[in-house]
């Protein structure tokens, strides 16, 4: 009950619609149908299907043999792909997590940065002389323990992939784990990361930037796909400026078109690439088109992931020739309450108060509203997950203050009138 209160708590107003939380197909179908009336819709061209057959009369009893389902000897090769990796749950050190590597990863030849027996990083590299470093995330936000399939809606024909059993999808970050091994197979230059831990606090990405620090000094460009929505190119994240100004219009210019807009958003949280601001000039985290990522109302919108595809590959070379102007060596922060870094007042890194809590855009009333610290099982319950991780590296004891009393809470009840000032 408590995680569901902070997963509504969580959607933010970057999406261009929400989803009914009873919703039946219908209704989340709907409100993209709305959008897709809007913009034109480009036609994707995908494998082309394979012609059905007509099956042979049978005049005697056959040997039994497997029946391929229809939908899956039908579905282009890259959908597919799609609905390998969303179909697992990925939970940072599960078995369906595993199973990504070994069915996705280790047939492309992965080298692996490992912290002694333990696999932190997967790299491929399509060019050695490219300068851009791709970026994703393989794990989601599922349970280590979970089963490692679940069950995936994936309709083709208005082209949304969700679930019906109020957990997350995964499209983050299985959306950008996709786009990574599209761009790889069309031979788009670059290195490749494949990241672990990132919802665990970017365990992989910290790793690589505090053991590769020179390696990852050759690139200019860091850009992870790993952004809700379909028109943000971050260049702000937790750990405050990631990338400047001129390169996220630069990008938002090359990818536009007459289907989707791109442009630069200061409003980024923290992903791996803000691991490298140090490093590496312009570090980005670019829309993949999930929503309502981390809930049990997540979806994405395969429509732009398509599309994001193409025009990537279309605009490679382009992409390349972005100047990167940022220098890693000066970080431009601003301190902001609660041990998060951001940019300006305005920005809505205070996520999972945009739908549950409203608050005056003014930026003193807006500061004064934010508790400095949680206190109580319900501020835990507004926090995100990393901003809990890091207020609990920065007040280790307050922490466990909260810990004995939210305990206490949980053993003996909450604290009565009778408990208070009458201590016996
Ligand atoms: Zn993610």
Redesign the pocket.
Known sequence: MRRTTRIIRSTVTHCHWQPDPHHTKDTIMNPLKTIKTIKTIKTINTTKAKPKTTKPMLVSAPTLTPVVPPERSERPADMQMLYDILTLKRGHGSIGEQKLVAQQLTPRNPSVIRDRATDMAYVITTDPQSDVLWC??I??VHAMADDARQVVQFDTATMVAYKNDNQPLGA??GA?VWLLLQLIDAGVPGTYVFFRG??RGCIGSRYVARTQADWLKTFSKAI?F??RDTCSVITHQSTGRCCSDAFATDMGKLLSDAHYTLTPDDTGVY?DTAQFTSLISECTNISVGYYN?HSGSEMLDMEYLLWLRDRLIEQADLIHQVPSTRDPSKQEDMYRPWGGFGTSPASDWWEYGTVGNTYDSAPSKKAKAKPQHPECAEDVCNMRYRELVRWIEKEPDLAAELMYQLAEDLVYGPPTGDDLGTGV
């Open positions: 994703c995330h794990d989601t983050d970050d950008g990132e919802e992870a790993d952004r992903t990522e």
